[in-house]
């Protein structure tokens, strides 16, 4: 199974987006998946992941504002963002939970800004 970020873009501060990450096979196939981002000169760090069972987890920093879903018909995992802010401008991944190395992709970039 290979996974693909996608949806990125430049938003306003307050703004919304919903990043998508589509799966090649069956999501089920993977234990948990993970929502990651990486700002320049930060180390990568886990946003939100939803486990095969559905319960799910947001980093504090973006609890309240951000929601990981996912649409097991689609082999899709979404993360909705909503009130964006400058600090949640970076590149997005999804990747398994915990990560695998060889499923991190481009991921998708995700500009806050006015």
């Known amino acids: 199974v290979q996974l693909q970020a996608s949806g990125g873009g430049l938003a306003q501060p307050g703004g919304s987006l919903r990043l998508s990450c589509a799966a090649s096979?069956?999501?089920?196939?993977?234990?948990?998946v993970g929502w990651y981002r990486q700002a320049p000169g930060e180390q990568r760090e886990l946003v939100a992941n939803i486990m095969r069972g559905g319960s799910t987890n947001v980093a504090d920093s973006v609890k309240g504002r951000f929601t990981i879903s996912r649409d097991i018909a689609k082999n899709t995992v979404y993360l909705q963002m909503n009130l964006l802010r400058p600090a949640d401008t970076a590149v997005y991944y999804c990747?398994?939970?915990?990560?695998?190395?060889?499923?991190w992709g481009q991921g998708t970039q995700v500009t806050v800004s006015s």
């Open positions: 990747n398994t939970y915990p990560p695998r190395f060889e499923f």
């Open positions: 096979g069956s999501i089920f196939s993977i234990n948990a």
